[in-house]
Each structure stands twice: as C-alpha cells, then as structure tokens.
C-alpha cells in the first residue's frame, strides 16, 4: 500500500505557501517556547485572544456554559486543557486531542552551585531518555523560574535573547581518550559528569572584608545573580531550572522543506492540537485539546497524565454545565474518542536495519497513526481497535487528509509508550497519532513541514466529524 508523497497535493503557488506559513509560524513558536512551563504560558494568551475564558472565572463567577462556549483550565502552569462545548451533552463523549509539551533535557539539582579548579559549575540531572553523549559541547541555555520563600517567581531565560551568554558541558579532547572512545555510548559520558560550566572569574578581593570568600568565581557567580535576580545561593532550593539547547530552530534542506529544532517531541503535535482548536465553534461533540506535562519521566505528578487533573476538570465543565451527575461523568469519559497525539520515529536511510520498510514512517506522507506503541510484544501500549481504526481512515480519507501507518521498529528492536494508555483506561476510544521525527530525543531534532500541516488537517477532521 503505497501512500503517496503528501507535497504533490501542494504545488508550487499558494497552496504551498500556506505549508510553509502554517510551519513558520509552528518555527517561531518553538524557537521561543522551550519549556512546559513557557508553552503553557504562550497557549493560554493565544487561546485567550482567541476566546476561550478561565474556567476558575466561570465557576467563581456562577456562569452557566452553553454549547458554543470555549474554557480552559491551567494545570500548576505546566499543561492545559481546553473545551470547546458542543451541541450534544457531554455524557455523549468528546473528542480529545491529547499531547504532552515537556522534552527530554537537563534539570538543574536543588543545591547545584558548586566551584571546581576555578571553574562555577552547575551540577544537573538529566530528564527523560536521552543519549547523553550528545549533549556535551553544546551551547545551552537557562529556562525556568526561582520560587523566592516570599511567594515571588522569578523567571529565568539566559542563552536565547540576542547578546545573552551560553553555557556548556565540557567533552574529553581527542588526543586523551584512548580509554573513553572504548566504552559502550552508554558510558562514555556518565550522568553525573553533565554538569554546566558557567564561569571562571574570581570575586575581586574587598578590602573591608576580612573574611574573604574561599570559592571566588563562585562568590562572583552568585554576585552576578544577585544583582540580576534579586536572588540568593539558598533560592536555588525551590526553583525549577531547565537546561536547553540555545538557539532558534531553523529551515532545515536547500528546498526548507524541513525544520530542526529543539522539543520536537511532542510540541510538533501540541501545537497544530491547539491550532486545530482554534478552528471549533459549535462542534457536534464538545472538543477537547488535553496538553500534559511529565510524558518523558512517566506521566506521572500532579501535571502528568495519570494525575486526576483532567477527570477533575471534566466533572467541572460538566457541572457548570447543569449536567453533572457521577455516572453521567463515567459515561462522558467512556464514550470519548481520543488521538493522543505523540511523534513516531521516522525512517532514516542511514539507520535502515531497525525497521521494516512496510511499517514506517516516512518524511512527507501525513499524519502518522500508531495503532501500538509498546515494546516487544507489544508491552505496555494501548492497542487500538479495529473498528476505532476503520472510522478514522474514513474521516481523513473523507477530508482529504495524507495519513500513513506505522510501528516504532522491529518487532524486537526496542520501544517506547505514551499518554494513550492511560486514557484507554477509562473505557475511551484511542490511537497513537503523530508527525514524523528524525533524530527524536535528541537536542536537535527534524521534522517535514507538510507532515504538520497535515497533522493539522488531521485534527480539524477529527474534532469536526468524529
């Protein structure tokens, strides 16, 4: 079954452009949003622009909602979820977009400050499945917040803004590694030597000071800080500092049919899930965007998935509704259907031996479904049934949408899961549906513009007709 290359629906004019605007715009948004915490922030002022009204307004204010009415709710600044009420009641079902917004990276320790040789030196603990070999030399940069025992937040974002420094792990020179190029990749850079240079001048010596500070560069770091922040070495306690690759994500190919950047996974199926919203009015069955955190550690947490976050908010939606019982909560969650929306690995001609040609998935042919994830046989995953699967090829098929099937590798190769799981727990309908990514986990990684464009389509298809 071979599935066409999804770019000859867009020939060169204006059908194409309305690709590469779709993908610049999905560029920008990932070169500035790094971080759960920053997408959050970014999706909640879009969706605002766009209409949708806090639900803990609704609720503080009494306000009864109507089909047609568009909510969200703010998950600890981490995830969101957004309804767009439909014509039907809830108890019927929703269709739910669901993707995670965090990525695998670098996540600073609570007491991380430490001074080595003359070196300040940030001491981290890597987050998610990575292959950390590939993140020494790299320019990185600062995302997060300090929570300061006041109550104050202070956001941190060093490495991206025009004249900002990077930051870096530092990698054993070629001409001393004869032991290191013997060990396993697993081994060659171990998880506790991922720590951040971040400078080497020492504090100039105060006169008046008897007391001089035994680590300078560090008491210098720290003095920088202070003036900056407005912090102290004791605030690192109670931030949530993430360590990133720096630097915009860029065209990627002569023909810039591509885009490599960092948080691929999952941000190029968070962001057209939230654009596809944007396109409900008043859907048939109330429509649903569902973006969690935690996915690469688990989904575990109060922002994960498997948190009560999005039953909790359900049931409240559903009461502002005037059509809230228990069991008519039980029956919503049921008969919903859901895409968790979650990347696939796509076949690289460089790596041909992990995956059968007739189960992968390809640069520029649409939307990937999974109808499992798992790892070997099958562990772990949600399973997608076949009735599930026939509805949804008529839909895409319907609407024009480029779709492909695929498998994450061989049989025995190795695997991975998603959020699909969880939410099959409560009776839903759902499929692993995604975009295509080459070099996933990695601190760059690529993507085809027309495969997210296509997911878009995909989803408008799938809210609208589900």
Not at 35 to 45: G, H, N, Q, V
Not at 110 to 130: N, W
Not at 324 to 338: F, I, Q, T
Request: negative net charge; charged residues 30%; glycine residues 8%.
């Amino acid at each position: 079954m071979d599935r066409k290359n999804a770019w000859e629906k867009y020939p060169e004019g204006k059908k194409r452009d309305k690709v590469f605007k779709f993908a610049e715009k999905y560029r920008r948004f990932i070169s500035e949003c790094k971080t759960e915490r920053e997408c959050t922030a970014e999706f909640i002022k879009r969706a605002e622009k766009a209409g949708f009204v806090n639900l803990e307004d609704v609720l503080a204010q009494g306000t009864a909602l109507k089909a047609g009415d568009k909510v969200y709710a703010n998950n600890m600044g981490k995830g969101l979820a957004m309804f767009v009420l439909g014509e039907e009641s809830m108890e019927q079902g929703m269709n739910i977009l669901g993707a995670h917004i965090d990525s695998p990276r670098m996540d600073l320790k609570q007491d991380p400050l430490y001074e080595d040789t003359d070196f300040a030196m940030l001491d981290t603990h890597y987050y998610g499945g990575i292959k950390k070999y590939q993140w020494v030399t790299l320019p990185l940069a600062l995302h997060g917040v300090i929570a300061k025992k006041d109550g104050t937040l202070v956001e941190v974002n060093i490495g991206d803004k025009q004249g900002d420094p990077v930051f870096g792990v530092s990698d054993l020179l070629i001409h001393l590694s004869a032991e290191q190029m013997e060990k396993k990749a697993s081994k060659v850079i171990e998880g506790e030597n991922l720590d951040l240079l971040i400078g080497s001048i020492p504090l100039a010596a105060d006169k008046k000071d008897k007391d001089e500070a035994r680590e300078k560069v560090k008491a210098n770091i720290m003095k920088i800080l202070s003036k900056e922040y407005d912090i102290e070495e004791e605030d690192f306690l109670s931030a949530e500092i993430e360590v990133v690759p720096a630097g915009e994500a860029k065209d990627y190919g002569f023909d810039r049919s591509m885009i490599m950047g960092y948080g691929h996974d999952d941000r190029v199926c968070a962001y057209p899930s939230f654009m596809a919203m944007l396109e409900m009015e008043t859907p048939r069955r109330t429509s649903v965007c569902l973006l969690v955190d935690k996915e690469e550690i688990g989904s575990v947490g109060a922002s994960g998935m498997q948190s009560r976050f999005f039953e909790n908010t359900a049931a409240e939606v559903m009461n502002a509704a005037g059509d809230y019982s228990e069991l008519k909560l039980r029956r919503a969650l049921k008969n919903s259907k859901v895409l968790s929306s979650d990347v696939s690995a796509a076949f690289d001609p460089n790596f041909p031996s992990v995956m059968t040609k007739r189960n992968a998935a390809y640069f520029g042919r649409g939307l990937v479904f999974n109808k499992y994830t798992g790892s070997r046989g099958k562990s772990g995953s949600n399973d997608a049934n076949a009735e599930y699967v026939g509805e949804l090829r008529n839909i895409m098929d319907k609407n024009g949408v480029a779709f492909q099937t695929a498998e994450l590798g061989k049989v025995d190769q190795g695997g991975g899961g998603t959020i699909a799981y969880i939410l099959a727990n409560y009776g839903m309908s759902v499929i692993d549906s995604g975009v295509a990514v080459l070099n996933m986990h990695a601190p760059w990684e690529i993507i085809s513009k027309v495969d997210l464009y296509e997911a878009f389509l995909g989803y408008v298809a799938f809210l609208k007709e589900a």
